[in-house]
């Protein structure tokens, strides 16, 4: 019998509400005494799985606690010191702080334990030995190397399959009891069967899990974005993906009907007026060359999605099979996933779908799941734009987050 869990659950309006935000809202838990959540994220980048999770906790009447993040992007870390003041971060990779031998892989992996097994920096040892300061869950947005040639006896040598399986290696060391991985769903085609070695060996440790592809815009959202998700607890069974996605599903069909779900003006529609330099620069749309302003307009003004093959630029003159490019976004549909390459025309559909640009970068982070409240500023500073877009393109949209956490059980007497 499952473990029983507290459900999360939030309307789209409400979500609408908080994109809309610019003010971070400190929303008092239910209750006199919230039970505090301690949540650590490594692969943290600038937070928008941590994002999505802490809104859940919220949700659910209780205090999160944000104690420890980690990425090897100094910048990426201070914007999200910004945003979760509360926590510690060190700017290391994973594999430096987390070393493990393992043997086999898919359901044949097992740790060496008699040649190492797993070694843990003592800076992590010291900050989350057990107890109190141990985290509730662990988050990891691991870099994706999905089609990397692997050595079928020991994965220990190979660095980029390492990445993944500090996650699980972390968690098993320190006793943490809950684990939530997110990727991209190309990792399922790693040759090393590196997310399926991750499942394995969490399994083999007595951890329940739940695993699958989530896709932002079955649970409402205005992005075709997918991710794969790896759920893990020793609390209970996770739900399933497919238990996740149904019960959404009741929630829009309570509150949409039949449709429509929330478009991408839905989104993007109604952003203020800027008020200071930060939400300026947000608000600038990229410069873009004479020719590709001209491109842009014609198309607007055609209210064609498909920019022309004589619009396009001479290499797509013979066509193309990359009719998205140059694309205008359909503004009565979800937006098509977004990439760090969204502030140009040429790299996918990201023209504004009633506006002769591209997005800004505060558009594109609305339909990334960040409020307006939720700074990009490296140390009060504007950061250069290929990083912004990298941080924004490559985000987890934080409703994915929110619904990752809620699959998790129950917190069971004893914890």
Request: one cysteine or more; a positive charge.
């Amino acid at each position: 019998m499952s473990n029983p869990r507290v459900s999360v659950s939030r309307t789209m309006g409400v979500w609408k509400k908080f994109l809309a935000s610019r003010e971070r809202i400190d929303r008092p838990p239910l209750g006199k005494r919230p039970r505090t959540v301690t949540v650590a994220d490594v692969f943290c980048s600038v937070g928008g799985l941590t994002l999505g999770v802490t809104e859940a906790i919220v949700s659910q009447g209780k205090r999160p606690k944000v104690a420890f993040a980690a990425d090897v992007d100094a910048a990426a870390l201070a914007v999200y010191r910004r945003n979760f003041p509360e926590a510690s971060v060190i700017n290391e990779s994973m594999d430096t702080l987390v070393q493990l031998q393992v043997q086999g892989a898919g359901e044949n992996a097992k740790i060496l334990y008699g040649s190492g097994g797993i070694k843990v920096d003592s800076s992590l040892m010291e900050r989350f030995g057990g107890g109190s300061d141990r985290p509730d869950v662990l988050l990891a947005g691991p870099p994706c190397q999905g089609h990397s040639m692997l050595n079928n006896h020991t994965r220990y040598d190979d660095p980029r399959n390492r990445l993944y399986l500090t996650v699980p290696a972390l968690a098993i060391k320190l006793g943490i009891p809950n684990i939530i991985i997110e990727n991209v769903p190309g990792v399922l085609r790693d040759k090393g069967s590196v997310a399926v070695t991750a499942e394995m060996l969490l399994r083999k440790h007595r951890y329940k899990t739940s695993s699958g592809v989530l896709a932002a815009h079955k649970l409402g959202w205005p992005q075709t974005r997918k991710r794969f998700f790896l759920i893990a607890s020793l609390w209970g069974q996770p739900l399933s993906i497919e238990e996740i996605l149904r019960r959404a599903s009741e929630d829009l069909e309570k509150e949409f009907g039949d449709g429509p779900f929330p478009s991408v003006m839905w989104a993007i529609d109604g952003l203020p007026k800027a008020r200071t330099k930060s939400e300026e620069w947000m608000q600038e749309a990229p410069n873009l060359s004479a020719e590709n302003v001209r491109r842009i307009r014609t198309l607007v003004r055609s209210g064609a999605l498909d920019m022309p093959l004589e619009e396009r630029p001479p290499s797509h003159s013979s066509g193309t099979t990359y009719m998205a490019n140059y694309g205008r976004m359909d503004p009565e549909k979800p937006a098509p996933t977004l990439t760090t390459g969204y502030a140009t025309p040429g790299r996918g559909r990201f023209i504004h779908p009633t506006e002769a640009r591209t997005l800004n970068p505060r558009e594109a982070a609305r339909i990334q799941g960040f409020p307006d409240w939720f700074s990009f500023e490296v140390d009060g500073q504007q950061p250069p734009r290929t990083a912004l877009n990298r941080w924004v393109g490559n985000a987890v949209p934080s409703i994915l987050g929110f619904h990752a956490y809620g699959a998790l059980p129950k917190r069971p007497k004893g914890w």
